[in-house]
């Protein structure tokens, strides 16, 4: 069965500093890879995926992926965090075929003035 | 678009007593889900429905029941609700795999 680890629950970051929220899964084919965001009292948003086209995918308010196969990883980042980017972001793994994806236990980003 | 759209927003429940959590996405899509999110344990599959007509089970499926009314709708009852059923109830619906989920924003349901 395929896994989901987000390294860190909780990531700190000062306004303007990088954002890197790490993801990592196992899977024996390349799936479809996606980062979703929620923000408090509300659903979560599709914010990126990858399905196997560029491997640098650019997703919604200046967020990327970058989908590396010899590390099975996805991780997020951002050149510069933004007090509105404080949220909760989870990974997201779907195997080709499947209609259930199996999600990252979720990593809360915190920006500081 | 309204997108996936979830009622009641709020719920509080007495132990023992049913419901029924409401979902409809207009997108057309063929697939549609219910999450539950609860802290430190992210979302959690309880039933999930492919297309019209099917549905099956997920992670944490005892307690509940679901009904796939039409392509539109998707409903999650509560036959006698639980303290542990004390959460947030999230709705989503998918056209297909690669695409991802469009979710709702959720119904916090209590249970006293």
């Known amino acids: 069965a395929q896994s989901v680890t987000q390294l860190g629950s909780h990531v700190s970051v000062s306004e303007g500093a990088l954002v890197l929220l790490r993801c990592n899964y196992s899977s024996s084919v390349p799936p479809y890879l996606f980062w979703y965001v929620q923000y408090p009292n509300q659903g979560l948003q599709l914010l990126l995926k990858?399905?196997?086209?560029?491997?640098l995918v650019k997703g919604i308010n200046g967020f990327e992926a970058e989908f590396k196969k010899s590390e099975t990883s996805f991780h997020l980042t951002k050149p510069s965090a933004h007090m509105s980017d404080a949220a909760e972001y989870f990974c997201?793994?779907?195997?080709?075929?499947?209609?259930?994806?199996?999600f990252g236990r979720g990593t809360s980003l915190i920006v500081h003035p | 678009n309204a997108g996936v759209t979830q009622t009641p927003k709020f719920q509080v429940l007495k132990t023992g007593q049913s419901m029924t959590l409401q979902c409809a996405q207009d997108?057309?899509?063929?697939?549609m889900y219910w999450y539950r999110q609860d802290p430190g344990m992210g979302l959690r599959l309880i039933y999930y429905?492919?297309?019209?007509?099917?549905?099956d089970k997920g992670e944490v499926p005892n307690g509940y029941n679901v009904s796939r009314l039409n392509k539109r709708e998707f409903s999650l009852r509560l036959e006698s609700a639980a303290p542990s059923q004390t959460s947030v109830y999230f709705c989503?619906?998918?056209?297909?795999?690669?695409?991802?989920?469009?979710f709702g924003s959720g119904t916090r349901l209590t249970v006293v």
């Open positions: 990858y399905t196997s086209a560029a491997t």
């Open positions: 989503a619906s998918s056209p297909r795999t690669a695409d991802g989920y469009t």
């Open positions: 997108m057309n899509h063929n697939s």
């Open positions: 429905s492919a297309s019209e007509g099917t549905t």
């Open positions: 997201a793994v779907s195997e080709r075929g499947s209609y259930i994806p199996t």
